[in-house]
């Protein structure tokens, strides 16, 4: 029974990895040819729907971690995933004056290269129980590049929508009303842009600690 589920987990989380890998793939690919024939005005259009695909999907990863399917601390994976939903829905898809803005691309390029090195990986340690050094090496080296130029798109397009986010009140409560409750999107914004400065510097250090870790052990092998 036991070797029975772990079939099927290692068959689930194989089919999940490298399903939500060609989806990550299709945006890259599609960002990159709307850059080289139309301009980076044009990226978000080009890759909003297989972007919202796959960046949503990766919701089932706290699932995954919630009810023990992987190892990966929850304290670590809800953040990250939770700003770039947050990114995906909140900021792009709800002001589309931010949409053609030249961070979106360098946006685009950073998460997908990313998510693309990383489901790989994992994909192919659930399918065929290894991974290559060589994708070992991709999976915790690539970020301490694309991590901080992710980063400050992130917070570059939060910055951006400020202005769109107040003069429309899109998402605000306004009082009276029969809650008895308010709510302003605005100072929402501003307190993720806060959190962006003590979290960022300490995911950076929690993922060098991780390479470091990663990288230990192959080198021991």
């Given at each position: 029974m036991?070797?029975?589920?772990?079939?099927?987990?290692?068959?689930y989380l194989s089919l999940y990895n490298w399903t939500v890998f060609f989806g990550w793939l299709q945006v890259l690919y599609l960002a990159l040819k709307t850059l080289n024939e139309s301009g980076h005005q044009h990226v978000y259009k080009a890759v909003e729907r297989p972007l919202i695909l796959a960046q949503s999907a990766a919701v089932l990863e706290i699932l995954h971690g919630l009810v023990?399917?992987?190892r990966s601390p929850i304290s670590a994976t809800l953040p990250q995933i939770g700003s770039r939903l947050y990114l995906t829905w909140g900021i792009l898809w709800s002001f589309p004056e931010t949409q053609s803005h030249i961070l979106v691309s360098s946006l685009v390029i950073s998460w997908s290269?990313?998510?693309?090195?990383?489901?790989?990986f994992f994909g192919m340690k659930e399918a065929l129980g290894f991974a290559p050094s060589w994708l070992l090496w991709l999976r915790y080296s690539t970020?301490?590049?694309?991590?901080?130029?992710?980063i400050t798109s992130e917070v570059g397009l939060i910055y951006i929508a400020l202005q769109y986010i107040q003069k429309s009140e899109k998402y605000s409560i306004r009082m009276p009303n029969k809650w008895n409750f308010s709510f302003?999107?605005?100072?929402?914004?501003?307190i993720a842009l806060g959190i962006y400065v003590p979290g960022s510097p300490h995911?950076?250090?929690?993922?060098?600690?991780?390479?470091?870790?990663?990288?230990s052990k192959t080198k021991v092998a």
């Amino acid at each position: 029974m036991a070797g029975a589920l772990s079939a099927l987990r290692r068959l689930y989380l194989s089919l999940y990895n490298w399903t939500v890998f060609f989806g990550w793939l299709q945006v890259l690919y599609l960002a990159l040819k709307t850059l080289n024939e139309s301009g980076h005005q044009h990226v978000y259009k080009a890759v909003e729907r297989p972007l919202i695909l796959a960046q949503s999907a990766a919701v089932l990863e706290i699932l995954h971690g919630l009810v023990g399917l992987v190892r990966s601390p929850i304290s670590a994976t809800l953040p990250q995933i939770g700003s770039r939903l947050y990114l995906t829905w909140g900021i792009l898809w709800s002001f589309p004056e931010t949409q053609s803005h030249i961070l979106v691309s360098s946006l685009v390029i950073s998460w997908s290269i990313t998510e693309i090195i990383r489901y790989a990986f994992f994909g192919m340690k659930e399918a065929l129980g290894f991974a290559p050094s060589w994708l070992l090496w991709l999976r915790y080296s690539t970020f301490i590049l694309l991590y901080p130029t992710g980063i400050t798109s992130e917070v570059g397009l939060i910055y951006i929508a400020l202005q769109y986010i107040q003069k429309s009140e899109k998402y605000s409560i306004r009082m009276p009303n029969k809650w008895n409750f308010s709510f302003d999107y605005f100072y929402a914004a501003i307190i993720a842009l806060g959190i962006y400065v003590p979290g960022s510097p300490h995911m950076y250090r929690y993922m060098l600690s991780q390479r470091k870790k990663a990288l230990s052990k192959t080198k021991v092998a």
